[in-house]
């Protein structure tokens, strides 16, 4: 399955209050992330974050390192076991890097497949 979300980020969202979406995973497996960002426009203010997991346990989540953002457009291509069938994930994005904002809305563009295989 793939699911595609568009996400439009407000200037001035912050690390620390970034906007959230949220996707219902109906599969088992996770399989690829891409995610679009036009870094010349962004100026790599842009960041995005992705978790996968129950409220406030998240068993996975991209960039691999914790607290880091994805600044620039990047995939992840693996078969990780969410457990369970309807997980939710979290996709969070900021629009600042450094306390430096954004100064207009950006557009990022994520696509994720899953599987049940």
Known sequence: MNYIKNITIPPNTFENSPLKETIIIRERF?????????????????GVQIHAGKPGFSMFHYPLTS???????????????????????????TSCLNGISATKPHLIII??????I
Do not use: Q
């Open 67 to 93: 607290g880091e953002w994805v600044r620039k457009s990047d995939a992840w291509v693996g078969h990780f076991d969410l457990g369970d069938y309807y997980t939710t994930l979290d996709i969070l994005a």
């Open 111 to 116: 696509s994720i497949t899953t599987s049940n």
């Open 30 to 46: 996770l399989t690829r992330i891409d995610i679009s960002i036009d870094t010349v426009a962004t100026k790599s203010l842009v």
